[in-house]
């Protein structure tokens, strides 16, 4: 038996999805993202964007697990840039909306296909059935603990 004080990283889940995760990022962010002057940030925002249509700032927060502190700043650069805009809400003055322009929407599309090719790459030797149960069970552990409540054992 493995002394309680040891961790197998190798069979540890938070870090091999985080590897998995980071080679993705770094990868696709050089080769594909790069060109455009985008960051994984800026794209997770974009391909929300495109998936879900426009969305108000603090949902967009939820979508793509950045802080509204720090989506707020990227919004604004990707303002900047002329492949979102953002306008108030009709519903309320103090919501703001965001949304691809038809810019954006063109280099999303551009990068879908490559976006694909990655995720391909990182499932090949996976069959279609595991690649789905994968998934599956990725977004079961990211509700887990999503609703988890945070304790603070460690002092």
């Given at each position: 038996?493995?002394?309680?004080?040891?961790?197998?990283?190798?069979?540890?889940?938070?870090?091999?999805?985080?590897?998995?995760?980071?080679?993705?990022?770094?990868?696709?962010?050089?080769?594909?993202?790069?060109?455009?002057?985008?960051s994984i940030a800026m794209w997770?925002?974009?391909?929300?964007?495109?998936?879900?249509?426009?969305?108000?700032?603090?949902?967009?927060?939820?979508?793509?697990?950045?802080?509204?502190?720090?989506?707020?700043?990227?919004?604004?650069?990707?303002?900047?840039?002329?492949?979102?805009?953002?306008?108030?809400?009709?519903?309320?003055?103090?919501?703001?909306?965001?949304?691809?322009?038809?810019?954006?929407?063109?280099?999303?599309?551009?990068?879908?296909?490559?976006?694909?090719?990655?995720?391909?790459?990182?499932?090949?030797?996976?069959?279609?059935?595991?690649?789905?149960?994968?998934?599956?069970?990725?977004?079961?552990?990211?509700?887990?603990?999503?609703?988890?409540?945070?304790?603070?054992?460690?002092?």
């Amino acid at each position: 038996m493995k002394n309680s004080a040891e961790l197998d990283l190798d069979n540890y889940l938070p870090y091999l999805v985080n590897r998995l995760g980071t080679i993705i990022a770094e990868q696709f962010g050089g080769d594909a993202l790069a060109r455009y002057g985008l960051s994984i940030a800026m794209w997770r925002v974009m391909a929300v964007l495109a998936s879900k249509g426009g969305q108000r700032q603090i949902d967009l927060a939820n979508l793509t697990s950045i802080d509204a502190s720090t989506l707020s700043r990227l919004v604004t650069r990707l303002v900047g840039m002329g492949v979102v805009s953002r306008t108030r809400s009709k519903s309320s003055t103090r919501e703001v909306i965001v949304e691809l322009t038809a810019k954006g929407k063109a280099q999303v599309a551009r990068l879908i296909p490559l976006a694909r090719e990655y995720e391909t790459a990182a499932a090949a030797g996976l069959r279609p059935q595991e690649l789905t149960a994968l998934k599956s069970n990725l977004r079961l552990m990211y509700a887990n603990m999503k609703n988890r409540r945070v304790t603070r054992a460690i002092k």
